[in-house]
């Protein structure tokens, strides 16, 4: 489920638990403040994810390029041969 759905279920939530209180009580601000804490856990741990599989792909692409310059360099020097 994306960030904005789980965003999305979540303010539903809230406004539904809403109508059956009475506006302003101090138990809707304590679900306020527990939904927006998930909200951005949620968001930092999708952050951190992304850029970790970000830097793995770059060191992948990396390792293949050095790889395929060191193969080049061997060819070379078996053709100068």
Do not use: F, W, Y
Not at 9 to 20: N, P
Not at 28 to 52: C, F, G, P, Y
Not at 71 to 77: D, I, M, W, Y
């Amino acid at each position: 489920m994306s960030l904005a759905a789980e965003n999305l279920c979540i303010i539903i939530l809230l406004e539904h638990s809403q109508k059956s209180e009475k506006p302003g009580t101090e138990q809707d601000e304590v679900k306020l403040q527990n939904a927006s804490k998930q909200i951005v856990q949620t968001a930092i741990l999708r952050a951190v994810q992304q850029v970790s599989q970000e830097s793995q792909q770059k060191e992948k692409r990396a390792n293949s390029t050095s790889l395929q310059l060191e193969r080049g360099k061997l060819t070379k020097k078996h053709e100068k041969k």
